[in-house]
């Protein structure tokens, strides 16, 4: 620091300043149009991106629920048919195809809309319960109840479960079980059903005549063991006496 000279001889320090210059210059980034344009098109695409997401997460959700209503849409169908039991079986040996044109066709044999005739779904449970509906109309549960069956079914002899597959087949043997299988699982279900119903009171009948046969068997028994002694006591000289029981 230099000393400037002051009258009387003092010398007092001075101050030079020294300044140094302050860059307060800022330059910010500046967008290029084309980045500008890439941007706004990453934010579009980004929006449609979340919208689309969201569509296909609304049509994954009404795809279930219309999934969950086949099954009472199909019911409903097949519970307001009008047509022959023949119409019933001829449906579920067509493919989807033709399912599909013939109910179009015939829409007037229903009580309601065939909506969703085209869905594969749907058709799939239709044919499932018409097979149901089809094994009420031709009367599976008066078959069993018929004298000749009730009585096989009845018989301790015979086993009642063979005797029910044999109805079964019987009325299924017309079906090809490759174009209808969806028809006969909805008709062996149905006849499940009736089945345990029946096999319920079998149980007592075929009780009741097995304890009948016992007794049979136990009197036979004891007449032809009553034979046999008196039989035996002849031929030996020794006529059967039947014992007293008054004092002499």
Do not use: C
Request: aromatic share 8%; proline share 6%.
């Amino acid at each position: 620091m230099a000393r400037v000279p002051t009258p009387g001889g003092f010398r007092q320090p001075a101050l030079r300043p020294v300044a140094q210059p302050v860059d307060t210059y800022f330059q910010g980034k500046l967008v290029k149009p084309a980045e500008a344009v890439d941007n706004n098109v990453l934010q579009l695409t980004k929006g449609f991106a979340a919208l689309s997401s969201s569509l296909v997460k609304y049509q994954q959700d009404q795809e279930e629920q219309l999934r969950k209503l086949m099954p009472k849409e199909a019911a409903g169908a097949i519970e307001s048919f009008g047509g022959t039991f023949d119409d019933l079986r001829g449906v579920a040996l067509m493919d989807n195809k033709q399912a599909t044109a013939w109910l179009k066709e015939n829409q007037e044999l229903f009580k309601i809309p065939l909506t969703h005739a085209d869905r594969p779904d749907f058709l799939l449970q239709l044919k499932s319960f018409a097979g149901r509906r089809w094994t009420k109309e031709v009367g599976y549960s008066a078959k069993i109840y018929s004298p000749k069956v009730w009585e096989r079914l009845s018989d301790p002899d015979h086993d009642p479960q063979e005797v029910l597959k044999e109805l079964r087949e019987e009325l299924l043997e017309d079906i090809d079980p490759d174009k209808g299988h969806h028809f006969i699982m909805g008709a062996l279900a149905q006849m499940a059903n009736t089945e345990n119903q029946v096999i319920s009171q079998l149980h007592a009948t075929r009780q009741k005549i097995a304890t009948q046969r016992l007794m049979e068997s136990f009197q036979q028994t004891s007449r032809d063991s009553i034979i046999e002694v008196l039989f035996h006591d002849f031929f030996r000289g020794t006529p059967y006496h039947q014992p007293s029981t008054l004092e002499p």
